[in-house]
């Protein structure tokens, strides 16, 4: 894989909410296999920029461009949010949005929906393929779920899960999708120290052994400088920095738009 | 051209009736984003029991405006309180419940009213006594529009600018309007929602109580299912207008009132209420937002 | 010693109270219309004090009722552990093939013999109650699992009905040929109404649904030519049995069998459907419409999906119901209908195969044997909703969700 090649391209993308100019002419790159952090204030439009991409929200203006492997580049300009999803692009929310009444393993087996194809007279007959469709699925799902450490909780409702648990359920979830770009928005919100540590060895493991591209929304610091290739900043919907970590620790507009926010706090 | 006044003037009137109900829903929905399916058997109680007040005052010797007016407040009263106990009972527990929940009970809610009226009192239409007398300076036009027509118009406009009179200048009003916006926002800077919802549905169920009054004696007969045709034909004008926004149901009110008027009297006049029914799907449909209504995208 | 008692008798005193204002309260909120009963036409005036009593001291102690309720809901522990008690009986009813297995036998033997050992009559509100566990179960995965509220399924129903009627009415078609063909045209119908409709809110699809609920009756009311108006279309055929002559009393017996095989049917297709691709599409589409779309289910068509599906189950039961009552006319096919199957399904408890079997015989059946309760259904089914809603918005049977055993190294996945 090169890791020059782009993932993810986005050029000028703004959005208004009414008078609220939510993000302003941002541009962002992401390569494949990279691991990119997109930090900021609260407010700063981080979230939103996610929902844009995704196609929850239709941008004012701008371009999204996707290039999945081994496949010709995407616009993702009003496309719908499945269909995103099946073009390759995974996401989990920030205020988890899990599928609270379904089980762990079923709200990981809905995710692969876009991947599978049996229908209603398939359900019905249960006919052979779908039964194989159907213990492919399990299967596939319990991989998953191993992989961030959820095995013990299979049975279990999604919303009876510890916090910490809740959001690696969500990054199951979206890994189900079979995605090549992963979108994180604060995964790492509401962890404790050691849980936080152990979902660094998780991303630097999706990025590792399944390829992926990585754009991650996170505050906390110490994650963001130890596994992002690359950082972004933004404050008040428009991008103020870009760089290494080091770059971004060194810069003075960083610093400036951090220390006016904690001392407004 | 008489015959085209006659059907403006029976749309206007029927709009100002469908407005006053509107006002209820596009209130409660305002604030709590809750479709109050029983606010149509509010409207419905307050007809009802001004038939059983005006009948007991009458009986006593009471005539003339004063047993409107008597009839009318008392009716306003009852509707209001009831209005206020359906939201203790059936919505406020229901708060932080999924959204199917609240719509459900609130169908309960309207079902159970329903039958507690036919059973309590009958399933047959009751006449109901003409309050408001022919004015005589209305003779000349008398073809063309009763007084009772133009009792309803004035009042709904009067009503209509009181509330938002109401709602931009007083206090509550400011709560209710701060609530709209954003309940847990309003909450912090100290607004007593509860009692916020409470006086919205007071209000609501109030003019829903005045419009019932006017229309039943207009019309002169009531039964226990008027609410519910007249809830949902409200509730139709209250999206057409914008959900939430007060000139909207008053302006939904009136476009509803003369769709209907014109197309029952120019069209045909069997598939009264599929016409009403119809354009609020049209709408629902091609423009969700409502005429004076914005388009909001969820936050995610 | 006093004061040890003090704070339990000052609760019980301001129990009393508060339960004393809430009698006094509903007691003048019900003053004119209990008490007071109008009759313009003889200009008489009849005064029901024991009304007033009757709500006065019911009121008094169900609001004793109400907020005990309220607060062990609060508090929150209670109901999970009915909710953990029922899992464990379910759990154990699933594991046990023994238990499981005797019970399905004798149930099947009663559903043999119910119409040799009770009396046609007997079995024709069975056939009722049967309708109705259909129509629960179809209005179960629009409303129950997809999460979409329609208020509108009579309008399926009536399609049904009158696809049979007006094709035995003017072809002579056979119950049989017709039953495939309501169904199906009912999902036609359901499509085209879904198409436009199902990407609203909530809350909008619900009234959206009533009203066209409300369309389709009035246009038959009104369309004379085409659905013969308020009086309906009566001598439709009964279901043919091999072209031999059955009794009226073999009829009921038949259609009888006909319902259990349908039901049969009907639970095996939704219980296959709920643990299939599809089904937890749909239930993830209730649970969150925005994650769902996130992880690349196709709102729309998912939920046309399960509007059609239920609507073609509203048109077989609608077919049934005109082969049964061998007349039918627009008044059958109100809001009203549509507001009983709900209450059935929301009873029942949302999701819930069991759930809206039993929410179907108890909402049936009941009123039928008890039939100085009859005249207060509705009245029942609306408090029972707002209740349930309060109190238990699961439902009498909580869902239970698949579950699956894994084991160690092999990762095989087996559901039980
Ligand atoms: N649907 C919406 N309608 C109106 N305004 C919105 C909407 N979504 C977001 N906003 C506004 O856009 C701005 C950016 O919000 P966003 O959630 O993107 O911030 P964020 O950077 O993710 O912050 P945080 O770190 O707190 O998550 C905020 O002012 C927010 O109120
Ligand atoms: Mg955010």
Redesign the pocket.
């Known amino acids: 894989m090169n890791k020059t090649q782009p993932a993810l391209e986005v050029k000028g993308l703004t959005m208004d909410?009414?008078g609220?100019r939510?993000l302003d002419h941002i541009d962002l790159e992401v390569r494949q296999g990279e691991i990119v952090a997109l930090i900021?204030?609260?407010?700063?439009?981080?979230?939103?920029?996610f929902?844009c991409i995704t196609g929850i929200?239709e941008p004012t203006k701008g371009d999204m461009i996707i290039h999945p492997r081994g496949k010709e580049p995407v616009r993702l300009n009003r496309l719908k949010p499945n269909i995103v999803t099946e073009h390759g692009l995974a996401r989990t929310f920030?205020n988890i949005r899990l599928f609270q009444k379904m089980t762990v393993l079923e709200n990981v087996m809905v995710a692969r929906h876009c991947r599978t194809k049996s229908g209603i007279a398939g359900a019905i007959f249960r006919t052979p393929k779908t039964r194989k469709e159907e213990a492919e699925m399990v299967e596939f799902s319990y991989g998953l779920l191993e992989k961030v450490g959820l095995a013990q909780y299979v049975n279990e409702l999604a919303h009876e899960l510890p916090y910490g648990a809740q959001r690696r359920l969500e990054i199951a979830r979206a890994m189900a999708t079979e995605p090549f770009l992963l979108l994180l928005?604060?995964p790492a919100a509401g962890m404790n120290p050691k849980e936080t540590n152990e979902l660094d060895k998780l991303i630097t493991k999706l990025q590792v052994e399944d390829k992926l591209a990585i754009l991650l929304?996170e505050?906390d610091m110490k994650l963001v400088m130890s596994i992002s290739n690359r950082i972004y900043v933004?404050d008040y919907?428009s991008m103020i920095a870009q760089g290494t970590p080091h770059e971004i620790a060194e810069n003075p507009n960083v610093i400036k738009a951090y220390l006016g926010e904690a001392f407004d706090a | 051209m008489d015959y085209f006044l006659e059907l403006f003037l029976g749309g206007l009137t029927r709009g100002s009736i469908y407005a006053l109900i509107a006002l209820g829903y596009t209130m409660v929905y305002g604030i709590i984003e809750l479709i109050n399916f029983a606010h149509g058997e509010v409207y419905m109680i307050g007809a009802f029991t001004a038939l059983i007040v005006a009948s007991v005052l009458s009986l006593m010797g009471m005539s003339g405006f004063s047993l409107l007016i008597l009839a009318g407040l008392i009716a306003v009263i009852y509707a209001s309180a009831y209005g206020y106990t359906i939201e203790k009972v059936a919505y406020k527990p229901l708060r932080q419940a999924p959204r199917l929940s609240p719509l459900i009970s609130a169908i309960g809610m309207s079902i159970f009213l329903q039958n507690y009226v036919l059973l309590s009192q009958t399933s047959d239409f009751l006449s109901f006594p003409a309050l408001i007398e022919e004015f005589e300076f209305m003779e000349p036009v008398s073809h063309i529009m009763r007084s009772s027509e133009l009792v309803i118009v004035l009042t709904t406009a009067v009503v209509t600018a009181l509330l938002t009179l109401f709602i931009k200048f007083s206090r509550i009003g400011k709560a209710m309007r701060a609530t709209a916006q954003d309940k847990t926002m309003a909450m912090l800077l100290g607004v007593n929602v509860n009692r916020v919802i409470s006086v919205t549905f007071i209000i609501g169920s109030g003019l829903a109580a005045v419009g019932g009054v006017l229309i039943s004696s207009h019309i002169g007969q009531i039964n226990f299912y008027i609410g519910f045709i007249a809830g949902i034909k409200a509730f139709t004008a209250a999206v057409l207008g914008g959900i939430g926004s007060i000139p909207g149901a008053v302006l939904g009110g009136l476009v509803l009132g003369w769709t209907e008027s014109f197309a029952t009297g120019y069209v045909s006049s069997d598939y009264e209420d599929v016409f009403a029914f119809g354009l609020l799907v049209f709408i629902l449909i091609f423009r969700p937002a409502g005429i004076l209504g914005r388009t909001?995208?969820?936050?995610? | 010693m006093a004061t040890q008692w003090k704070p339990l008798i000052e609760k019980i005193t301001s129990e009393l109270v508060k339960s004393l204002l809430v009698a006094a309260w509903f007691m003048f909120l019900t003053f004119p219309l209990m008490v007071i009963r109008v009759h313009p036409l003889e200009r008489t005036i009849e005064w029901r004090w024991m009304n007033m009593i009757y709500v006065g001291v019911g009121s008094f102690f169900l609001s004793f009722i109400w907020r005990y309720l309220m607060e062990r809901k609060d508090g929150g522990n209670s109901k999970e552990e009915g909710d953990t008690w029922q899992k464990r009986v379910g759990l154990r009813i699933r594991s046990d093939k023994r238990i499981s297995l005797s019970g399905l036998i004798a149930i099947g033997i009663f559903i043999f013999i119910f119409p040799f050992i009770f009396s046609s009559y007997q079995t024709q509100i069975m056939i009722t109650a049967l309708m109705y566990v259909m129509l629960g179960l179809g209005l179960n995965i629009v409303v129950g699992l997809a999460g979409l509220l329609d208020l509108g399924y009579v309008a399926f129903y009536a399609v049904g009905a009158y696809c049979y009627a007006l094709l035995n009415h003017h072809f002579g078609l056979s119950f049989w040929m017709a039953l495939p063909l309501s169904g199906a045209l009912a999902a036609t119908f359901g499509i085209l109404l879904g198409f436009p409709v199902l990407r609203l809110r909530g809350d909008y699809l619900a009234i959206v649904t009533l009203g066209f609920g409300e369309i389709i009756r009035l246009i038959l009311e009104n369309w004379n030519e085409f659905s013969f108006g308020p009086s309906g279309i009566a001598g439709i055929s009964r279901p043919g049995f091999f072209g031999m002559e059955l009794s009226l009393q073999e009829h009921t017996v038949y259609l009888y069998f006909i319902m259990i095989m349908l039901v049969v049917l009907t639970v095996l297709v939704v219980s296959r459907l709920r643990n299939s691709r599809i089904g937890r599409a749909w239930i993830a589409l209730r649970e969150d419409e925005v994650a769902c779309q996130a992880m690349g289910i196709d709102k729309t068509k998912t939920k046309l999906t399960a509007f059609a599906l239920g609507a073609t189950w509203a048109g077989l039961v609608g077919c049934i119901f005109a082969a049964k009552t061998t007349f039918i006319n627009p008044a059958s096919f109100t809001f009203m209908e549509s507001a009983m199957i709900l209450s059935i399904v929301v009873l029942g408890g949302m999701g819930s195969i069991v759930g809206v079997i039993l929410g179907a015989f108890v909402l049936i059946l009941l009123p039928e044997y008890l039939r100085a309760f009859s005249e207060y259904r509705m009245l029942a089914f609306g408090a029972a909703m707002v209740i349930i809603m309060v109190f238990r918005p699961q439902g009498i049977i909580t869902g239970i969700r698949q579950r699956y055993e894994f084991h160690r190294n092999t990762q095989k996945g087996k559901a039980r």
């Open positions: 909410f009414g609220l939510a900021g204030p609260n407010g700063a439009g981080k979230t939103t920029f929902n929200y920030q928005d604060e929304i505050h933004m919907g | 909001t995208s969820e936050k995610v």
